[in-house]
C-alpha cells in the first residue's frame, strides 16, 4: 500500500529563511505525489504535484518540490519565507487514481 | 475559490442525530470524493463517487452513508452521531479521477461538533 510519512510536525523559520519541508513515500510503482497547503480555517489548496513529466515541479507561492526517486523523497522547499507561509503543509500520494493518501502535515510557523 | 461548494459551514448537535453534509463539485468534474479531517486521525478518505456509481471507499463508518446525484451534487449522511465523529469533514472534486494524475479541488469543509 502506498503512504507518505511527513518528518517533522512543526517547522519553524525567520522571514527570509530557507523553508524546507521533508516528505519520504513508500509505493511499488511509480507514484503520483502532491502539496498542499491548509490555512487556518480554510480547505486544502494545491501547492503542486509530481507526475512524472519533470523531477523538479515548481509550484504557486515560489515553492517547489524534487522528485528523487534515490531516497524516496518529495520534499518541498522555498529560498525565502514569507509570514504568509505560515500555515498548514500536507503531502499525499494518490493510490490507484481513487483517494488521496496523506502524511500527518507539517505546520509552518514563520517569525519576523 | 477552488470552485468546491460545501453547505453548511458549521454544524452543531447532539449525539444519537442524523445530519447531512452537502458538496457541489466544480463545474465540470465528474468525480466527488469525501475525507475527514480530525485532530488524532489526520486526514482520511471517506469514499469517491463518479458520475453517480460509488467508486471507491475508505476509512468510512457503516453509520455513514453518501450518494451522488445526476446533478453531480453529491451528501453525506452521519447517522447515530458519536462524540468521536466531531471533525471537519471536506468534499474534493476532480475531472476524471483514472491514472491518479488528476488534482482534487476541495471545498472549505463542514466542521461538525457533536455534543
Not at chain 1, 80 to 103: K, P, R, W
Not at chain 2, 21 to 40: A, F, H, I, M, T
Request: hydrophobic share 35%; with cysteine; glycine share 8%.
Amino acid at each position: 500500500a502506498q503512504s507518505v510519512t511527513q518528518l517533522g510536525s512543526h517547522v519553524s523559520v525567520s522571514e527570509g529563511a530557507l523553508v524546507l519541508l521533508r516528505c519520504n513515500y513508500s509505493s511499488s510503482v511509480p507514484p503520483y505525489l502532491f502539496w498542499y497547503v491548509q490555512y487556518p480555517n480554510q480547505g486544502l489548496q494545491l501547492l503542486l504535484k509530481y507526475t512524472s513529466a519533470a523531477t523538479l515541479v515548481k509550484g504557486i507561492n515560489g515553492f517547489e518540490a524534487e522528485f528523487k526517486k534515490s531516497e524516496t523523497s518529495f520534499h518541498l522547499t522555498k529560498p525565502s519565507a514569507h509570514m504568509s507561509d505560515a500555515a498548514e503543509y500536507f503531502c499525499a500520494v494518490n493510490q490507484a487514481g481513487t483517494a488521496l493518501i496523506f502524511g500527518k502535515g507539517t505546520t509552518l510557523s514563520v517569525s519576523s | 475559490d477552488s470552485g468546491v461548494t460545501q453547505t453548511p459551514k458549521h454544524l452543531i448537535t447532539a449525539t444519537g442525530q442524523r445530519v447531512t453534509l452537502r458538496c457541489s463539485p466544480r463545474s465540470g468534474d465528474l468525480s466527488v470524493y469525501w475525507y475527514q479531517q480530525s485532530l488524532d486521525q489526520g486526514l482520511q478518505f471517506l469514499i469517491q463517487y463518479y458520475n453517480g456509481e460509488e467508486r471507491a471507499k475508505g476509512n468510512i463508518l457503516e453509520r455513514f452513508s453518501a450518494q451522488q446525484f445526476p446533478d453531480l451534487h453529491s451528501e453525506l449522511n452521519l447517522s447515530s452521531l458519536e462524540l468521536g465523529d466531531s471533525a471537519l469533514y471536506f468534499c474534493a472534486s476532480s475531472v476524471d479521477p483514472a491514472g491518479g494524475q488528476e488534482t482534487q479541488y476541495f471545498g472549505p469543509g463542514t466542521r461538525l461538533l457533536v455534543l
